[in-house]
Nanobody, 123 residues
Framework: QVQLVESGGGLVQAGGSLRLSCAAS????????MAWFRQAPGKEREFVGG???????YYAESVKGRFTISRDNAKNGVSLQMNGLKPEDTAVYYC?????????????????WGQGTQVTVSS
């Protein structure tokens, strides 16, 4: 079992920045993929960004160039640096991991999830 705990969400004005962190505990290893998803009210959960076992990174088109995912070795987890935030980035952000080294763009491809952290961007 792997436990994931997100932190760093909050309220920020449009154009601002936030950094989300995800700490992993339990049966963790750095040789697995991790990802961030988000879910806005009334919408389905969507892929935001992911990192492979070899630190390859992938992003949704809507956040490319603004968000950066990276490993946080001290927490056995990942971080998500979010710059240039827009009101449409408002959502609950979830950290996820899977038993494999390559990412999946589908939420069904992940085995473990955090509880989520709220990000609200005001206009």
């Amino acid at each position: 079992q792997v436990q994931l705990v997100e932190s760093g969400g909050g309220l920020v004005q449009a154009g601002g920045s936030l950094r989300l962190s995800c700490a992993a505990s339990g049966r963790t290893t750095s040789r697995v993929a991790m990802a961030w998803f988000r879910q806005a009210p009334g919408k389905e959960r969507e892929f935001v960004g992911g990192i492979t076992w070899s630190d390859g990174t992938y992003y949704a088109e809507s956040v490319k160039g603004r968000f950066t995912i990276s490993r946080d070795n001290a927490k056995n987890g990942v971080s998500l640096q979010m710059n240039g935030l827009k009101p449409e980035d408002t959502a609950v952000y979830y950290c996820a991991t899977r038993r494999y080294g390559f990412i999946s763009y589908s939420e069904g491809g992940y085995d473990y999830w955090g509880q989520g952290t709220q990000v609200t961007v005001s206009s």
